[in-house]
């Protein structure tokens, strides 16, 4: 059974900072892994969306990686701004029309 | 606009009361899903449809119903709530193919006493 683990469960940094949040997964056969936003009591934006055939995504300051092999995505944040404060969520897709999250890594940017 | 509509947003129930929660999306997605999010365990899908008329129990589908009779319409059907159903709801929709790419509603915040 597909287990999703995200480390840190929380986090806080510096404005300006660099930072990485992980994503590990038991299960190598996915079809993809998507990591989403969500702010307090909100709805999920979904950030970038990895096929099982891609190394990594970009979009604008996001750069999100997938190693398969080791069951493993990170989600990279370049100078990290307050605005960016939110948890953030990864998801599995392994077919079988399931999806299964983490449960987040809640990040708190201070200015 | 592409989106996921949910209705209602909040929603505040007693004990027993039946409710539907109304989930619609204007993409033409076969695969629509409902998950419930809950502190300290993160989003657990509660059922999913992959098309008109078929659809099949996520990890948590106690308590819940949900019917697909038209393919941009899923609800969520709580015949008999129970305070433990209480929770943030999610339904969410993609095509069956390509990127499988999830698009989710906005959420509906249900509390029931």
């Known amino acids: 059974k597909q287990e999703v683990t995200q480390i840190p469960a929380a986090l806080s940094v510096p404005e300006g900072e660099n930072l990485v949040l992980n994503c590990s997964f038991t299960?190598?056969?996915?079809?993809?892994l998507q990591w989403f936003r969500q702010d307090p009591g909100k709805g999920l934006t979904s950030l970038l969306l990895i096929q099982s055939s891609q190394r990594e995504q970009t979009s604008g300051r996001l750069n999100a990686s997938l190693d398969k092999s080791s069951g493993r995505s990170t989600l990279y944040i370049a100078a990290s701004q307050p605005g960016d404060s939110a948890t953030y969520l990864c998801?599995?897709?392994?077919?079988?029309?399931?999806?299964?999250f983490g449960a987040g890594t809640r990040l708190f940017v201070k200015a | 606009e592409a989106q996921v509509t949910q209705n209602p947003r909040y929603l505040i129930t007693v004990t027993g009361k039946k409710l539907t929660v109304t989930c619609s999306q204007n993409m033409n997605h076969e695969y629509m899903s409902w998950y419930r999010q809950d502190p300290g365990l993160g989003l657990r899908q509660i059922y999913y449809?992959?098309?008109?008329?078929?659809?099949d129990k996520g990890d948590v589908p106690e308590g819940y119903k949900v019917s697909r009779k038209e393919k941009r319409n899923f609800p969520l059907i709580l015949e008999s709530p129970s305070p433990n159903q209480t929770s943030l709801y999610f339904c969410?929709?993609?095509?069956?193919?390509?990127?499988?790419?999830?698009?989710f509603g906005p959420g509906t915040r249900l509390t029931v006493t």
């Open positions: 299960d190598s056969a996915i079809y993809n």
């Open positions: 449809s992959m098309n008109v008329e078929v659809t």
């Open positions: 998801a599995v897709y392994s077919g079988g029309f399931k999806t299964i």
């Open positions: 969410a929709s993609s095509y069956e193919r390509g990127s499988y790419e999830q698009y």
